[in-house]
């Protein structure tokens, strides 16, 4: 309890209303472009037969690359390729894999790393948003572990490829949202067993877990030529949520998407972060589209960011190094 405590105050001493004031700003803003195109490189995407991920993946295609995604659904993927190969001439494969599922997201991750092709963009975008507490088959709430675990999973696993690479750029889709986890994380509690479950809080709570572990791999990268950063998308209109009950869903198509934006300027935002050549040699930063911004307090905590790292490894059984 008095580690908690200390770390409530510490936390409150940091917060400065200036970053609340710039978000609001930076939310009203278009995002920077870029019109290079790609032609020939390949870009990786998880969840990308629907919203932003769908999106994203017409984007870069538009401009030439090849894609491989990594979805839940066959005869959507299979919708994808045909969609992307006789719209934009490119290559479009997949791997199919339940990101809630441990076993498939550390298949999918060694497949990943067999090939011999280099990856030029990894973008980690899949993620659902849970109003009940549900639990992955290894016991793991699922939020967690979709939204942070198979990305931290995955990307553990590829950076022996990516460092021999000398290049690549990984892309967290992270979210504003990791500012409901006001208080940080419950690091003795990540499962959400004893402490009131919420679909905000433990959207936050992921969330901010991304960017917690991000430090920790852009310092892990510094000088291999490899990047990683994380990017809130924008308010923007998607099929999230759908997993939830009639109540959900009508006030989420009555009200809360009204108003929102389209997702294609997400998917510009993660073209001009994936390609740009301003965004070269940048790490370690948080985007809000392609504005970098400074994340709340619990996000920014280093020595937090190394007990979280040494509980994901144990979490997905790989090795403490």
């Not at 609001?24 to 870009?43: H, Q, T, W, Y």
């Not at 538009?62 to 491989?68: E, I, P, Q, V």
């Not at 892309?171 to 504003?176: A, M, P, W």
Request: proline share 4%.
């Amino acid at each position: 309890m008095k580690k908690k405590t200390s770390k409530f105050f510490q936390y409150v001493k940091e917060y400065r209303w200036s970053n609340v004031w710039a978000m609001i700003k930076n939310s009203m803003a278009e995002p920077a472009l870029c019109d290079d195109d790609f032609r020939g490189r390949l870009v990786v995407i998880t969840g990308a037969t629907s919203g932003i991920g769908r999106i994203t993946a017409r984007t870069y295609a538009s401009r030439g690359a090849n894609l491989l995604c990594i979805n839940r659904n066959r005869e959507k993927s299979e919708n994808l390729r045909r969609d992307m190969e006789g719209t934009y001439g490119v290559s479009c494969d997949y791997i199919l894999a339940d990101l809630s599922d441990m076993r498939q997201v550390k298949r999918a991750a060694e497949q990943l790393s067999q090939m011999k092709e280099p990856i030029d963009v990894l973008i980690h975008n899949a993620g659902p948003y849970l109003t009940k507490r549900e639990v992955t088959p290894e016991g793991i709430e699922k939020i967690f572990m979709v939204h942070y675990l198979a990305p931290f999973i995955i990307t553990c696993l590829l950076r022996d490829k990516l460092n021999s690479q000398k290049h690549a750029r990984i892309i967290l889709v992270s979210s504003e949202g990791h500012r409901f986890a006001a208080w940080g994380l419950h690091l003795d509690d990540l499962n959400w067993e004893r402490h009131r479950y919420s679909g905000l809080k433990s959207y936050g709570s992921a969330k901010t877990a991304q960017l917690l572990t991000m430090m920790i791999f852009a310092e892990q990268f510094a000088g291999t030529g490899v990047t990683i950063n994380a990017m809130h998308p924008g308010a923007v209109k998607t099929g999230t949520g759908q997993e939830n009950g009639p109540l959900y869903r009508w006030f989420k198509k009555h009200l809360f998407d009204r108003g929102l934006k389209s997702p294609e300027v997400s998917a510009e935002a993660l073209y001009y972060l994936g390609v740009a050549p301003d965004m070269e040699g940048v790490s370690g930063k948080f985007f809000n589209l392609t504005i970098e911004e400074e994340p709340a307090p619990p996000a920014r905590d280093m020595e937090t960011a190394r007990e979280l790292w040494g509980k994901s490894l144990d979490l997905a059984g790989l090795p403490q190094s």
